[in-house]
């Protein structure tokens, strides 16, 4: 079955970085797009990045344009999120999703506090 497994986040203080892993299994990973989004409590889940398949085309939330750099290592069924320069207002639970034609997936999410 489809897993997807998020790692990586914990307090950091302004300024500082994180690295955010998923770890998938269960399907084809180098055949499909994958995303990360992050959710405040009372707020809608929001798109923070996107990867193509093979990693050559990504996009950014403005939110995080220049601080944040998706990648991904399909020989590991991994997905990654470096996370520059944060602010407190990038506190959040961060998920990684996959979406397949009949159905989406999300991780259990990880989440990062930023605050000093």
């Known amino acids: 079955q489809v897993q997807l497994v998020e790692s990586g986040g914990e307090l950091v203080e302004p300024g500082g970085s994180l690295r955010l892993s998923c770890v998938t299994s269960?399907?084809?990973?180098?055949?499909?797009?994958m995303s990360w989004h992050r959710q405040t409590p009372g707020s809608e889940r929001e798109l923070v990045a996107t990867?193509?398949?093979?990693?050559?085309?990504?996009t950014y939330s403005d939110s995080v344009k220049g601080r944040f750099i998706i990648s991904r290592d399909n020989n590991k069924n991994t997905m990654y999120l470096q996370m520059n320069s944060l602010k407190p207002d990038d506190t959040a639970v961060y998920y990684c999703?996959?979406?397949?034609?009949?159905?989406?997936?999300w991780g259990q999410g990880t989440q990062v506090t930023v605050s000093s």
């Open positions: 999703r996959l979406r397949l034609p009949n159905r989406i997936y």
């Open positions: 990867i193509s398949p093979l990693g050559g085309n990504t």
């Open positions: 269960g399907f084809p990973f180098r055949g499909y797009h």
